[in-house]
């Protein structure tokens, strides 16, 4: 008997625990974060919606090899002429300008910060870094008017007053903080029982670092690499002011360029009529620049996926 009457209440427990009362305060913050996710996954929908529609307009009228391997890029004049390659080389010399620069001199200053700095060294070098990041873009490029240029003129008097080296630059500068703080980030979630290790086996700081520390974050440092570079080829006002809006294919870095977000924001803050040809060329240079970056993205994932480590 009494074994009956505790197995009913058990069951009434049962009932109990998946009845019970819905918590009002926790339904309306999943209800929350539901709609912030919803906004955002609707939003890109929308958005590479609006860039594939008009870039099906443009394509219409242009033809896509004309687009994606002409060498002269003149689509607000006549004769007109809309081939996408000065623009990409623009990006891609400021890009590799700015990695080339930002790059070594971000990963050093990791290891610096991580492995040899002292903690009071530490709390005063990596704040002032961070500051870096927060300075508005538009600073960065009458900073390289201002200062980088000149300066640079006065080593090279060839150079011409905007020209891609500047902008590589300030956009290297501008990327620095990134690459510094997440690859100080990887670096000291290494365990150190392995840098331990590798000291009991008799090897120096430098081997330890170079050997040990730094392969086994090696994820983290190319996640702050890519994410560094994804920043700079969607860099705008400080190559807009820095390195011109000359779009061709020029080989050095001594002379004014475009790149295709100097080229999308000319065409918005100018007077080309919503509708035309011009103004469809906005969408189709976003929608080609927003196919590299999610390349770029994919790459990404494939090398941190590759490789990735985990310690217990």
């Known amino acids: 008997m009494s074994s009956s009457k505790s197995v009913d209440m058990q069951q009434m427990?049962?009932?109990?625990?998946?009845?019970?009362?819905?918590?009002?305060?926790?339904?309306?913050?999943?209800?929350?974060?539901?709609?912030?996710?919803?906004?955002?996954?609707?939003?890109?929908?929308?958005?590479?919606?609006?860039?594939?529609?008009?870039?099906?307009?443009?394509?219409?009228?242009?033809?896509?090899?004309?687009?994606?391997?002409?060498?002269?890029?003149?689509?607000?004049?006549?004769?007109?002429?809309?081939?996408?390659?000065?623009?990409?080389?623009?990006?891609?010399?400021?890009?590799?300008?700015?990695?080339?620069?930002?790059?070594?001199?971000?990963?050093?200053?990791?290891?610096?910060?991580?492995?040899?700095?002292?903690?009071?060294?530490?709390?005063?070098v990596k704040p002032v870094l961070e500051v870096l990041a927060g300075i508005p873009t538009v600073v960065y490029g009458y900073f390289a008017l201002t200062f980088v240029t000149p300066l640079l003129r006065m080593l090279m008097p060839e150079l011409q007053v905007f020209n891609a080296l500047s902008g590589a630059i300030v956009v290297g500068i501008m990327i620095l903080p990134t690459i510094a703080t997440l690859s100080d980030n990887a670096l000291r979630a290494v365990p150190d029982s392995l840098r331990q290790g590798a000291y009991a086996l008799g090897a120096t700081s430098y081997e330890v670092t170079t050997r040990v520390v730094v392969p086994a974050g090696l994820s983290g440092v190319m996640a702050s690499f890519l994410l560094a570079i994804s920043?700079?080829?969607?860099?705008?006002?400080?190559?807009?002011?820095?390195?011109?809006?000359?779009?061709?294919?020029?080989?050095?870095?001594?002379?004014?360029?475009?790149?295709?977000?100097?080229?999308?924001?000319?065409?918005?803050?100018?007077?080309?009529?919503?509708?035309?040809?011009?103004?469809?060329?906005?969408?189709?240079?976003a929608a080609f620049l927003f196919v590299i970056t999610l390349i770029l993205n994919i790459v990404s994932q494939w090398i941190l996926s590759k490789f990735r480590e985990e310690y217990e």
């Open 231 to 285: 920043r700079a080829i969607g860099e705008t006002m400080a190559v807009t002011l820095a390195a011109g809006a000359t779009p061709n294919l020029s080989f050095t870095f001594l002379e004014s360029i475009q790149t295709m977000t100097a080229y999308i924001v000319q065409v918005s803050m100018g007077d080309t009529p919503a509708g035309g040809i011009a103004y469809q060329t906005l969408f189709a240079v």
């Open 13 to 124: 427990r049962d009932i109990d625990i998946t009845k019970k009362k819905v918590r009002w305060g926790e339904w309306m913050i999943e209800s929350s974060l539901a709609l912030c996710a919803t906004i955002s996954v609707v939003t890109t929908a929308v958005i590479i919606f609006i860039l594939a529609k008009e870039s099906m307009g443009f394509f219409q009228v242009v033809v896509p090899a004309d687009f994606f391997f002409g060498t002269s890029w003149v689509p607000l004049l006549e004769p007109s002429s809309y081939g996408v390659l000065p623009l990409l080389w623009g990006t891609l010399l400021i890009t590799f300008g700015a990695a080339l620069f930002a790059i070594p001199t971000g990963l050093a200053s990791a290891i610096y910060l991580s492995e040899y700095a002292s903690p009071r060294t530490r709390s005063i």
